[in-house]
């Protein structure tokens, strides 16, 4: 069974400028999250999707991210524009469950994220 | 929101020592899963549970969900074992802790 697919694995830009990345989940599971690990912290969630719908967005900067899963397959999480401080890893993880309390989580390889 | 917390947040032992991390928290769940980071930044699955003790090899895990907390255990340590280790514990999403980072020199 393949796994979470991320890319690019790594991307540096200058601040101000955009980054999207992309994800595309484990078969068949319908809940795909995006997460934020800044180095040293534990993993921040940033948005978490059921299909094609936004389950929680609450930890997510509006004013500069944004993220869709139109088919509610692969999805998709744009950086503009870019700050300092959004250097990071963003990971990408799926699982089976769709409703209720949160299921086994799979995670991707992530994308690394150097905003000079 | 759900508060995780891991200890030691540092831990360096010699090859083959075994070793014991601790992951409180802070509202009841309904489960609970043990992440390995390795050197490259994955998210490794180790242990997915709610409740009970479960075995993989040298790794084990045992959830007391009624006094919230979960222990991992690491036998005969060895140094691919190092890295960053996480729990998480959901309740509406999953929160992780801040980890514990073992380093196992040869």
């Known amino acids: 069974e393949a796994g979470v697919a991320q890319s690019p694995r790594y991307k540096i830009i200058e601040k101000r400028q955009s980054v999207a990345f992309w994800c595309n989940p484990i078969?068949?599971?319908?809940?795909l999250y995006w997460y934020q690990q800044i180095l040293g912290q534990g993993p921040k969630l940033l948005i978490q999707?059921?299909?094609?719908?936004?389950?929680?967005d609450s930890q997510l900067p509006k004013d500069r991210f944004s993220a869709e899963r139109l088919k509610g397959v692969d999805s998709t999480l744009k950086i503009q524009p870019a700050k300092l401080e959004d250097s990071a890893v963003y990971l990408c993880?799926?699982?089976?469950?769709?409703?209720?309390?949160?299921?086994?989580?799979?995670f991707g390889e992530g994308s690394r994220l150097t905003v000079l | 929101g759900i508060q995780v917390e891991q200890s030691p947040p540092d831990l360096i032992l010699q090859e083959g020592a075994n070793s014991t991390l601790r992951c409180n928290f802070s509202?009841?769940?309904?489960?609970l899963q043990w992440f390995h980071q390795n050197p490259w930044g994955q998210l490794i699955n180790l242990f997915y549970?709610?409740?009970g003790t479960k075995q993989n090899g040298r790794l084990s895990a045992t959830t007391v969900a009624t006094e919230r907390y979960s222990l991992l255990y690491i036998s005969s340590s060895q140094t691919t074992d190092s890295g960053v280790y996480f729990c998480?514990?959901?309740?509406?999403?999953?929160?992780f802790g801040t980890g514990t980072r073992l380093t196992i020199i040869p």
């Open positions: 549970i709610p409740s």
């Open positions: 999707f059921q299909n094609n719908g936004v389950v929680d």
């Open positions: 078969s068949g599971h319908a809940t």
């Open positions: 998480a514990a959901p309740r509406e999403k999953l929160t």
């Open positions: 993880a799926s699982s089976p469950f769709r409703t209720g309390s949160t299921g086994e989580l799979f």
């Open positions: 509202d009841s769940v309904n489960n």
